[in-house]
């Protein structure tokens, strides 16, 4: 029997710890490129009481450098009056007053006097400012502004509550008139700094904050721009050098940061429905998903989540990127080619990676660079590669993009070589996992918590451990993979992979389907016994169409019970399974881009029913959320009447996923396929919900080909017009 406590201990090691919930106030999240911040409501960076720094802060490249950033008005907390992001993402909105101040001299200063309005955006690994203080009252004030700052540069793991016997080097503060420079020189021997740089010299300035004396008129104002500024570079301690000539403040990155969206927005599709509140839900997920795209030299990335992911993860860009597929299949095209340019091309038991394999996870901070933690570079996922394959699969049917196939065909088809010989390390014919490195992940599907993965009776399962949707996701790939060679001119490479897919096919039927379930077993332990659960899992085998469909039918009807759907969504666990808890993170909560790929696979057997009832519980959650922007996910209690759904103390958000779900969801209601080599958009069995009377689709491309098209309910059917074509595409409707 498997020792169920070490596997808990080791897998312990990367938990993220709660010791307060992040969701106590509503945070406010703003991204770019490497640098993600997360202020409160006031727009500070404060810590979550008894020392504890919390997980607020600016952070670079995994690493914290600012970790205490809070604005006092006469040394005192000002009133918030409104805070938010703006509906882009791209900065953050901050309204405060003055509470009642008592002068020295008897006077007082009324509350509402002074407004101090903030607005913060991120823009080239920087955090920029402009502070307008206003006063409106009729007499002269004089009163100070005070910033307190400090930079402890952890590490995101160190956040995450992951002790450390050692730390770097810390350099003391360099001050100037109107800059302060914080350093450390980490174990990895990089040396990290926070510059803080004013356009006016401060009153007074130091390493604990900068204090600025205000003599303001009678409704006159004063404005204070600054940068924080992130900097990291190999090499030994050396002093801070001054910034030279023209400092690049608020206003300007404001508008490099709004020209850049623009740019990246101009040549993607335009989605209005009839309905307002879910165009917020929709406009929110677009924006995030925007923002948590990141350049890099193969493409844009889309990163996975902030806080704790905000960094290439195989798996959730493969993902995400199929979510948005249909609507913007630039992401598809970035995370194809960055995953295969970082393939593993060797052997290493330390990072779980054998030569073909996809990466799971990169990490740029000092622990990962100090050795400290594998995931420098870490390929202990078990799914990310087929995935990988099948994306690409999608890719080209989506797009008839040959040359970005050919030129990844090497590592496609390296990739299907792992599937065949180290991923089915057993040879009988399914793909498992079971850890190598002693510092890896044990569980290794996309529900990779410690205890996950279970048989009915409660008891851990023993690897090598099977999925039942990584055996899903193969016969995707060996499909997609037949599909490609087939376009590359290599038939008999293309055969022998339809007739593996099949034989897979017949043989994952006789393994997992359980008859007592109604549904796929969740895995196969070590000896081939099937974890006998009802879970999500199942749900997420029929996107790749795997399944007979009668099986299909048995499947969605399980999903759509009481034990699985909620009222927001479906569960990842039923909740008659032993090891059911709608708090735990993967045994009974609810996912939002788990339900997505539900939806789109319960759609493709022709179950939009569920579908629409997915969708909708979504929908209404993103209602009752901050924002509108659905978090990684929620608690799994049922839904209560007049109550929000119960959210997850340390989930992230943004997530990209989660974001991405809406898209996938509305795809999966349309029954939407864009077919390049065809020339094709069709539409199967479409059908709205009763909330949306109404969809319209503007600058829809095909290959060289646009089209608008508009979407309209009507006596319970879909109507499809099509006001605009320009190029050659047919638009049909498919019973």
């Not at 969740?522 to 169409?545: E, F, I, M, W, Y």
């Not at 319960?602 to 569920?610: I, K, M, N, P, T």
């Not at 996910?633 to 989660?658: H, I, K, M, N």
């Not at 080599?677 to 095909?702: C, D, G, H, S, W």
Request: glycine letters at 8%.
């Amino acid at each position: 029997m498997i020792d169920t406590d070490e596997v808990l201990r080791i897998s312990d090691r990367y938990y993220i710890l709660a010791t307060s919930a992040r969701i106590d106030d509503r945070t406010r999240v703003l991204k770019h490129g490497d640098t993600f911040a997360i202020f409160d409501r006031f727009g500070d960076v404060e810590g979550s009481g008894a020392g504890v720094p919390g997980i607020y802060g600016i952070y670079h490249r995994d690493t914290r450098h600012l970790s205490r950033f809070r604005l006092r008005l006469a040394d005192g907390r000002p009133l918030l009056l409104s805070s938010t992001i703006r509906d882009d993402n791209a900065a953050l909105a901050v309204d405060l007053t003055n509470p009642d101040i008592s002068l020295a001299d008897g006077r007082l200063i009324h509350r509402g006097t002074i407004h101090v309005f903030r607005s913060m955006c991120l823009w080239d690994a920087a955090c920029h400012e402009r502070l307008v203080v206003h006063n409106y009252g009729t007499e002269p004030v004089a009163t100070a502004l005070t910033l307190d700052f400090g930079a402890d540069f952890a590490d995101i793991f160190e956040v995450r509550g992951l002790p450390r016997e050692r730390r770097g080097l810390r350099l003391p503060a360099e001050v100037a008139a109107s800059d302060v420079a914080f350093s450390y020189e980490g174990l990895d021997r990089r040396l990290r700094r926070t510059r803080f740089a004013f356009d006016t010299p401060p009153s007074k300035l130091d390493e604990n904050g900068a204090r600025f004396e205000l003599e303001l008129g009678a409704h006159a104002e004063a404005v204070i721009r600054f940068s924080i500024a992130c900097e990291s570079e190999v090499g030994p301690a050396v002093p801070v050098p001054r910034p030279r000539g023209r400092r690049f403040w608020y206003e300007e990155a404001a508008k490099d940061a709004g020209a850049a969206l623009s740019a990246a927005r101009a040549d993607e599709p335009h989605v209005i429905t009839s309905n307002e509140q879910f165009n917020d839900w929709l406009n929110r997920s677009l924006a995030d998903l925007h923002m948590m795209r990141t350049s890099t030299p193969h493409g844009v990335y889309p990163y996975a989540g902030v806080p704790w992911f905000s960094t290439v993860f195989g798996r959730d860009g493969i993902v995400t990127a199929f979510e948005c597929l249909w609507f913007d299949p630039v992401v598809a095209r970035g995370v194809l080619q960055y995953l295969a340019a970082t393939q593993a091309d060797a052997d290493s038991e330390e990072q779980d990676a054998q030569p073909g394999k996809v990466l799971h996870e990169t990490r740029g901070g000092e622990m990962a660079g100090a050795g400290e933690i594998p995931f420098g570079r870490y390929y202990g996922s078990i799914d990310a590669t087929p995935l990988f394959v099948a994306l690409a699969g999608a890719y080209f049917d989506r797009t008839g993009d040959l040359a970005t196939i050919r030129g990844i065909w090497p590592q496609l088809r390296r990739a299907l070589d792992w599937i065949d010989r180290d991923g089915d390390s057993d040879g009988d014919g399914f793909v498992e996992y079971f850890r190598r490195s002693a510092r890896g992940l044990v569980q290794q599907g996309w529900k990779d918590s410690q205890d996950s993965v279970f048989h009915a009776d409660g008891e851990l399962a023993e690897g090598p451990i099977a999925l039942c949707e990584v055996q899903a996701g193969v016969y995707a790939a060996r499909h997609a993979g037949a599909r490609l060679a087939r376009a590359l001119g290599d038939d008999a490479t293309a055969a022998r992979l339809v007739e593996q897919a099949e034989t897979l096919r017949r043989r994952f039927d006789e393994a997992f389907w359980c008859e007592e379930l109604g549904m796929y077993a969740l895995a196969l332990d070590g000896r081939k016994r099937p974890c006998r659960v009802r879970t999500s899992n199942a749900g997420q085998c029929l996107l790749s169409g795997i399944a007979d469909p009668g099986r299909a039918r048995r499947i969605a009807q399980a999903l759509a019970g009481e034990s699985f759907f909620t009222g927001w969504g479906i569960r990842t666990v039923a909740s008659t399974e032993r090891r059911f808890n709608p708090m735990s993170y993967h045994n009974g909560s609810v996912w939002p881009h788990d339900n997505a790929l539900i939806a789109a696979g319960v759609a493709r057997y022709g179950h939009g029913d569920l579908a629409r009832q997915v969708m909708t519980g979504l929908f209404d959650a993103s209602i009752a959320v901050d924002l509108h922007r659905l978090p990684e996910l929620f608690c799994g209690f049922p839904r209560r009447q007049g109550e929000s759904p119960t959210l997850y103390p340390v989930s992230c958000s943004p997530q990209a996923w989660a974001s991405g779900s809406v898209l996938l969801l509305l795809q999966a209601c349309l029954g939407l396929t864009l077919r390049a080599a065809e020339k094709k958009i069709m539409f199967t069995r479409p059908k709205l919900p009763e909330y949306l009377e109404q969809v319209r689709i503007e600058n829809l491309r095909l290959a060289d080909a646009r089209v608008d098209l508009t979407l309209s309910r009507h006596r319970g059917d879909v109507v499809v017009d099509v006001p605009r074509r320009e190029g050659r595409v047919e638009v049909m409707t498919v019973e």
